[in-house]
């Protein structure tokens, strides 16, 4: 292949918006339409590796390794069950690696060093971020293409995404210039309430060029994959979760 793959970070400062969900559903999809994609846990938290059914506990090494030990990232990238989504993995150690890296030479563009020679292997590289703004996920952003934004459609913390869009702003001016916004992933969505409703309403008025189409609803198969170490694909593709993520996947392709 000639060209080089994308890279996107899934991002929200906010914890529990459906980041890794989407990030591990739309790359198992998108291996699924035959591309080559890579998952990159760097979330401490480690829930995309273990979501991909990789006991963490069990790694010898993961991405800590590469982002402060100057490990190769290709050495440490992990086959999953699903054809054509490699993942490379986190560990819990990688919580130590902020403060790690806080004292180490261009520390905000270190994962984007370690991620450049694997653009050639893959088509997709997605990053799943910790739920802060901390030094991991400006890695994220900055060896990004582009920022995939899950937002809950339970509430909407207008103030926590125009947080995140400075954020992504600083790391425009200071150390990517091309950095943009893909899209913004409505997901949680229950359309027997009135928030949820109000909450696309609110995010199409205000975000109208940003918001893409397709809507994740709040579905039990979804929340229960990772815990079979699946993604939906595999797990409950005909679910109202698994012909969203699908339909995510057509939607995200044809803009591509």
């Known amino acids: 292949m000639g060209s080089l793959g994308r890279v996107y970070a899934v991002a929200n400062q906010k914890g529990g918006v459906g980041k890794t969900t989407t990030a591990v559903n739309l790359g198992a999809y998108l291996a699924n339409a035959g ?5 990159v846990d760097a979330d401490p938290q480690s829930n995309a590796t273990s979501s991909l059914g990789i006991d963490k506990s069990a790694l010898s090494r993961s991405i800590y390794d590469v982002l402060v030990g100057g490990e190769p990232a290709s050495n440490l990238i992990t086959l999953t069950g699903c054809v054509g989504l490699d993942l490379l993995p986190s560990s819990p150690a990688l919580a130590g690696a902020q403060v790690e890296m806080v004292e180490m030479a261009g ?22 971020t910790p739920p802060s703004l901390g030094l991991l996920t400006v890695n994220a952003l900055a060896a990004a293409d582009g920022v995939i934004i899950p937002v809950q459609c339970e509430y909407l913390p207008l103030e926590g995404l125009t947080q995140l869009l400075h954020t992504i702003e ?72 698994g012909r969203a993520y699908a339909a995510l996947c057509d939607e995200f392709l044809m803009g591509e």
């Open 35 to 39: 591309k080559r994609v890579l998952l």
């Open 107 to 128: 520390r905000e563009v270190l994962l984007r060093q370690a991620l450049e020679p694997l653009r050639q292997r893959y088509d997709f590289v997605f990053i799943d």
């Open 170 to 241: 600083l790391v425009r001016q200071t150390l990517n210039p091309d950095l943009m916004i893909r899209g913004l992933v409505l997901t949680m969505y229950d359309s027997r309430t009135n928030l949820a409703r109000q909450v696309v309403a609110d995010v199409r008025q205000h975000f109208a060029d940003l918001a893409l189409e397709v809507i994740i609803p709040r579905n039990v198969r979804v929340s229960e994959a990772p815990s079979y170490g699946q993604p939906i694909t595999t797990y409950a593709p005909k679910s109202s979760g």
